[in-house]
């Protein structure tokens, strides 16, 4: 009997720190999420808050580059690390070791936004002019809705007001009839969220546009036409959710605004529109963790995945998706393209390419700073570590369930 107790105890002792072990896979993996995004983000904000960015990033270009590039490529990187740090930096500082470093990147991000609206500093930015300015402002605004208190609340009122007269620069540009709609109406819900007032105009008609280009299944249109690439993630469901926050958050009359019968902000219809493509995009991950190289500006590398890991973000994950499978998959993804040889420089910048150092992939807007929204993967970085995301035992994604031959619900189109 003496040696059946011992036997149970044991059992349960193995159980327990087989569960305990498979916990803390989950919290070692957050700290190489923090490690990489941080890897990426550093050269950016560390230079940018000692005013110096200018001086130091290099500046890749496709090889046959629009022009006037090197006047927005700052703002480009600028912009889009800050939209994929954000969350992470939402956290606010605390007393572990992760809470020290993010006052570390905080402390560099007011005081780098404080440089890049200063006309005065070095790396005064170029909000200004038609096109290419609007697009990543939009991303320094979406930025900004991620980390409220963290960005905004901490910056001192003259960069506020700076940053609201940059913002309103914008507005030189009529967006082109496609996903630019949504820069223009970002910029705008960012105007209503911190000064309390907007071209409403601009909102309105890119979610009209949006909803009238839906095409079903989770898929939007990029203007009135089906595109095979990602920008349903790089830019329109994301864009889409954050700027609906903010109009249900500031209770706007859009909130009863009627199109073919339906109101066309309700968040849930696009909620549910923005699952049902995170489901699909999670589909896509293969066994080992790759997916297809389709479509534009394949030289955002993971950032494919913002939809995902935005939805993963906001703890609303589709049935029967869970978040400890989509960690294992967004781990398994970022680990096999960051590890690339050649994916950085010498010193620590991003590399155009897809998987290593691949300028063949370079449309001819890509850049050293369009690289940078690849931070977007890392929006998972928002939850605590308390959440199930970070807590739950490992699973395998669905790829990996279905070629290791087990059983997972059919798929079927919304």
Not at 53 to 63: G, H, I, Q
């Amino acid at each position: 009997m003496k040696n059946l107790y011992t036997y149970a105890f044991l059992s349960i002792l193995l159980i327990t720190c087989k569960l305990q072990a498979q916990r803390n896979q989950g919290l070692e993996e957050r700290k190489v999420f923090v490690e990489n995004l941080t890897k990426i983000a550093e050269p950016i904000l560390k230079n940018l808050a000692n005013d110096k960015l200018k001086a130091t990033m290099p500046v890749e270009k496709a090889a046959n580059p629009y022009g006037g590039r090197e006047e927005v490529v700052h703002l480009e990187a600028v912009g889009r690390t800050l939209a994929g740090i954000a969350p992470w930096l939402a956290l606010g500082v605390d007393a572990t070791k992760e809470g020290k470093l993010r006052k570390k990147y905080i402390d560099w991000a007011v005081s780098g936004i404080t440089n890049a609206v200063n006309p005065e500093a070095n790396d005064y930015l170029n909000f200004s002019g038609e096109g290419q300015p609007l697009v990543d402002a939009a991303f320094f605004a979406q930025a900004l809705l991620r980390a409220p208190h963290q960005l905004w609340d901490n910056l001192d009122t003259t960069t506020q007001q700076r940053v609201l007269l940059e913002l309103k620069k914008t507005r030189a540009t009529s967006p082109p009839y496609m996903n630019w709609l949504l820069f223009s109406a970002m910029i705008e819900a960012t105007l209503l969220k911190f000064e309390g007032k907007a071209d409403m105009m601009r909102i309105e008609y890119a979610l009209l546009k949006h909803d009238e280009w839906y095409l079903g299944d989770g898929t939007y249109g990029d203007g009135p036409n089906f595109h095979w690439d990602y920008y349903n993630s790089f830019v329109i469901q994301p864009m889409l959710l954050d700027i609906l926050a903010v109009l249900k958050e500031k209770e706007t009359a859009l909130e009863s605004y009627r199109y073919k019968d339906k109101f066309i902000t309700n968040a849930s219809v696009f909620y549910e529109r923005a699952q049902r493509y995170a489901a699909v995009q999670e589909r896509f991950i293969s066994t080992t963790g790759t997916y297809p190289p389709i479509g534009r500006s394949l030289a955002y590398r993971f950032g494919v995945f913002q939809a995902l890991a935005q939805i993963a973000l906001f703890q609303q994950l589709p049935e029967p998706l869970e978040p400890a499978q989509v960690r294992e998959a967004l781990f398994t993804v970022v680990e096999n393209q960051i590890n690339a040889p050649g994916t950085f420089d010498a010193n620590g910048w991003l590399t155009i390419g897809f998987y290593g150092h691949q300028p063949s992939v370079a449309e001819p807007y890509i850049t050293t700073g369009s690289l940078y929204l690849c931070t977007t993967a890392f929006l998972v970085l928002g939850l605590p570590e308390d959440a199930p995301f970070w807590q739950d035992a490992p699973k395998p994604w669905t790829q990996k369930q279905i070629w290791e031959g087990g059983i997972v619900p059919i798929d079927h189109a919304h």
